[in-house]
Every structure is written in structure tokens, then in C-alpha cells.
């Protein structure tokens, strides 16, 4: 039987950066929360394991989580519908099947199966795997043009579907996810990359960009969910200004190296550090606290492989494939 994995590519999608990630979680949990889920490369992993009990996901792009939620309750009708569209895709010669996918990403169908069907197709047809909006919300990203693209998988949905069986999604902002948090959960968060220059600024997942305001809201958060005793991992770029964001709060900082599985450039496809933060520091003292008074204070923040210095100027992360 096929393993829990993403069924979906997602720009920015945790993948690479799993090893990495599975030794930062917590021994022993309650639930499991991921506020940022896009392909969900953690969670996936995490199912695999008997871990996850129960699971509080959610996401900010409203598509995407109508899409989990059909994968979960409604598989049988949703791989027909994906069938029936690759059929009709590969069936056509090349132009046919470019004329066919922007056919599609014309589409605006109001039901769930609609809507998931749609996403699936345009994200395993579309330039890169990529997932980009206008300024008006309108997906946007170019045909991809790949020789026998696997549309439907049925096994990777069913596998998907049954780990997403216990979890409970919903499209919101990731504090109101984050706000169903008690003690002893864990809460995963991956938001849209911090730019590292100008030029890759990819972070548009959906209309309203995030910006840093957000992050600093992000950092508020995780501060709250620190003060009530929640596991918080945060993985962010390594940029100069998330690092000086986290690197007083007592917080641990780790600069991991991760490959980047979607570029503008596939030869630009190289190692780009990520930043994980963790709140493990704090919530050791807090037990320390709570048990030894003369606990020493939890340990100053540790950022290894220099994360204070000026990252690398990383390659434009916008596909630079055929134009529309
Ligand atoms: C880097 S991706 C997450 C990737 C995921 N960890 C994976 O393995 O594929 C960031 C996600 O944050 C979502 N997002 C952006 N702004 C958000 C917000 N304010 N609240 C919740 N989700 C948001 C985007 O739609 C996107 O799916």
C-alpha cells in the first residue's frame, strides 16, 4: 500500500527539508496543527507514523483547501472527474492540449468537485507545478507542456485521503488555526518565503500577499502559543531580518541547507539555506521552572552556519515559461 504523500507539487513544498524537519518534532504530542498547509509535506510524513491522533489544518487559499476536502470526503467522485479530464487531455496533439488547459484555467465552477478537479488538473498540467494569482485572485501561471503528465494517482489520493480522514480543515488566516492550540500540541508552520532579494519575491499563493507585517504577527503568535505551553516549529528563510525577528526571544534558530524544488530555472536549482526555529528552548525552562526553581535560565539562541550573514542573492522564483 502506498505511503501518505503530497498529491499535489507546491512551490515551496517541505519535501527536501523532511529529514530536517522529522528531527525537530517533538518525542510525544497531543494534536498536530500545520496553519500554512499548502502541499502539506510534514503533515503527509507525519501520518505515516501513529502519531498523529487527531489534526487541525488550514490554509489561506481557499481552492486548495476545497480541494483537501474533496480528496478526504468525496475520492471516488473526484477521481472519475480527473480521469475523464485526462483522457480528454492527452488525447489531444500538443496544441490541443494547450488550447485544453487554458479552457480550463478560464473555468470558475461554483461546487467543490468542480473546483478540486480543476485545481488537480492545472497543478499537474501547469508550468512547474506552480501556483500564482493576479492582483483579481485569477490563477495565471502557463501551460506546462510536459510529454505524459500523471493527472490522476489514484493510490497517492487514497493514501492522502485516508491520512486526511482524522484532520480537520478549513480556509483561514493561520491565527485562527493557530488559535485551537492547547498545552501539548504541536504547531508546524511554514509560511510563504521571505524574499531573500528583490527579485524573488514569490510568496503570491494567493491575492493578498504576505508581507511583513504578517511576519511580525506571525512572531506574536508564537509567542502566545509559547506562553501556553504549545511545541512550535517554524521554518522561514534565513534572511537577515527573520533572523534578528526570533533570535532575542530565547527561541532555538538552526540554519538548515534545502533545496529548492521549484525555480524559475531549472539549472538554478540549487542549495538555499532554511531558518528553523524552535520553541523547545522555552518550554524546557518553563517545566524547569515549574519543577526546580533554581533552574538555569534557558539557553541563549544558537544559529549555526552564520544565518547573520548576508544571504546568497537567490534566483527569480516567477516561471519564465511560455507567456501567455
Ligand atoms: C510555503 S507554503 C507551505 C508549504 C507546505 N509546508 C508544503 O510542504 O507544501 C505557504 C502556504 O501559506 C499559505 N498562506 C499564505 N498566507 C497565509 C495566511 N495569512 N494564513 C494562512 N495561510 C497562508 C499559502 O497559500 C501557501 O499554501
Redesign the pocket.
Known amino acids: 500500500m502506498v505511503l501518505p504523500r503530497?498529491f499535489l507539487k507546491?512551490a515551496?513544498?517541505?519535501q527536501q527539508l523532511l529529514p530536517a524537519l522529522l528531527e525537530a518534532v517533538p518525542a510525544a504530542y497531543g494534536r498536530y496543527l500545520e496553519?500554512?498547509?499548502?502541499?502539506?509535506?510534514?503533515f503527509f510524513a507525519l501520518a505515516q507514523r501513529p502519531l498523529v491522533h487527531s489534526a487541525v489544518l488550514?490554509?489561506?487559499?481557499a481552492e486548495?483547501v476545497t480541494t483537501y476536502q474533496v480528496v478526504r470526503g468525496d475520492l471516488g467522485r473526484l477521481v472519475r472527474r480527473l480521469r475523464r479530464l485526462e483522457r480528454a487531455y492527452l488525447g489531444n496533439d500538443a496544441d490541443g492540449r494547450a488550447a485544453f488547459y487554458y479552457e480550463m484555467r478560464a473555468l470558475s465552477p461554483r461546487d467543490p468537485l468542480g473546483i478540486a478537479a480543476r485545481f488537480i488538473f492545472l497543478n499537474k498540467t501547469c508550468y512547474n507545478g506552480l501556483y500564482r494569482v493576479n492582483s483579481r485572485g485569477l490563477f495565471n501561471v502557463p501551460h506546462g507542456r510536459y510529454r505524459a503528465p500523471r493527472i490522476v494517482d489514484e493510490e497517492v489520493l487514497g493514501a492522502a485521503s485516508r491520512a486526511l480522514a482524522p484532520a480537520e480543515i478549513a480556509c483561514r488566516?493561520?491565527e485562527a488555526t493557530s488559535a485551537e492550540a492547547g498545552a501539548g500540541d504541536f504547531v508546524y508552520f511554514?509560511?510563504?518565503?521571505h524574499p531573500l532579494s528583490v527579485t524573488s519575491s514569490f510568496t503570491q499563493?494567493?491575492s493578498a500577499s504576505?508581507g511583513w507585517a504578517?511576519q511580525e504577527r506571525l512572531r506574536a503568535c508564537i509567542d502566545g502559543l509559547t506562553a501556553r505551553g504549545v511545541h512550535v516549529l517554524l521554518s522561514d528563510s534565513p534572511h537577515p531580518r527573520i533572523v534578528e525577528l526570533y533570535e532575542d526571544g530565547g527561541y532555538e534558530l538552526r540554519r538548515v541547507p534545502a533545496r529548492r524544488a521549484i525555480n524559475s530555472k531549472g539549472g538554478g536549482r540549487g542549495a538555499i539555506d532554511e531558518l528553523l526555529v524552535s520553541n523547545a528552548p522555552l518550554l524546557e525552562g518553563r517545566r524547569g521552572i515549574s519543577r526546580r526553581a533554581s533552574r538555569p535560565r534557558p539557553p541563549r539562541p544558537r544559529l549555526d552556519s552564520g544565518a547573520g550573514a548576508a544571504p546568497a542573492t537567490e534566483a527569480p522564483r516567477r516561471p519564465s515559461g511560455p507567456p501567455r
Open positions: 503530497p507546491w515551496g513544498g517541505k496553519p500554512f498547509i499548502g502541499g502539506g509535506a510534514l488550514g490554509d489561506a487559499n486548495l488566516d493561520f511554514d509560511p510563504p518565503f499563493y494567493t504576505f504578517d
